[in-house]
């Protein structure tokens, strides 16, 4: 099954700051690509995706790219705000199982 | 907006009571999850089902069981609930399995 390594946290940024959350995965085979935020209080949701090599996901001003030569999909925003402060789930999808393989999560925290 | 209701958001139950946790979402899904977060350890998959009835074990399903009699319904229970069971859960759904929509979980404490 898929694997998946995560920038270990807490990762504590002032507001405006350049964010980089390192994520790399091991997987037989080319697997879509998430990064799921979960913010105080509520359950995960999708901030973005990727489904094949060399695509870029994007929204809300984060990007991560599908790199299939370093298996990596790290996820970076240019300026960060104090709403971005959740935890950040990096997660592989398995199509042969139907499984997402969730990373162990990174905590932001982000000040004003 | 895909809507993922659970039934409680806390949960107090004591050591060998009987648990039941219960989801529910509207959009159709044909696949949905169950899933316990501990701090450190991320989200484990306890079992998923990709169909009515139809039930798979996910990483750590010791302890614990599931029922889907209908489509939007999916119940995780705890047979006999243990102390070590204290965790979030969180159920989600999806059309395909990737895309998943979370809802937000419940807080089960067992004394």
């Known amino acids: 099954g898929n694997s998946v390594t995560q920038m270990e946290g807490p990762v504590t940024l002032s507001e405006e700051a350049f964010l980089t959350i390192n994520c790399t995965y091991t997987?037989?085979?080319?697997?879509?690509l998430f990064w799921y935020v979960q913010y105080p209080g509520e359950g995960l949701q999708l901030l973005l995706k990727?489904?094949?090599?060399?695509d870029k996901g994007s929204n809300k001003g984060f990007e991560a790219t599908y790199r299939k030569e370093t298996t990596s999909f790290h996820l970076e925003k240019g300026s960060v705000q104090v709403s971005d402060s959740a935890v950040y789930f990096c997660?592989?999808?398995?199509?042969?199982?139907?499984?997402?393989?969730f990373g162990k999560g990174t905590l932001l925290t982000v000040n004003p | 907006d895909v809507k993922v209701t659970q039934s409680s958001r806390y949960l107090v139950k004591r050591t060998g009571e009987k648990v039941f946790l219960e989801c529910v979402q509207d959009?159709?899904?044909?696949?949905m999850f169950w899933y316990r977060q501990d701090p450190g350890l991320g989200l484990r998959l306890i079992y998923f089902?990709?169909?009515?009835?139809?039930?798979e074990k996910g990483d750590i399903p010791e302890g614990y069981s599931v029922s889907r009699e209908k489509k939007e319904r999916f119940s995780l229970i705890l047979e006999s609930a243990s102390t070590n069971q204290t965790s979030m859960y969180l159920c989600?759904?999806?059309?395909?399995?990737?895309?998943?929509?979370f809802g937000p979980g419940t807080r089960l404490t067992v004394l």
């Open positions: 989600a759904s999806s059309l395909a399995g990737d895309t998943q929509y």
């Open positions: 997987a037989t085979g080319y697997p879509s």
């Open positions: 990727a489904t094949k090599a060399d």
């Open positions: 997660a592989p999808f398995d199509g042969s199982n139907y499984k997402l393989t």
């Open positions: 959009m159709d899904h044909e696949n």
């Open positions: 089902s990709y169909d009515v009835k139809m039930k």
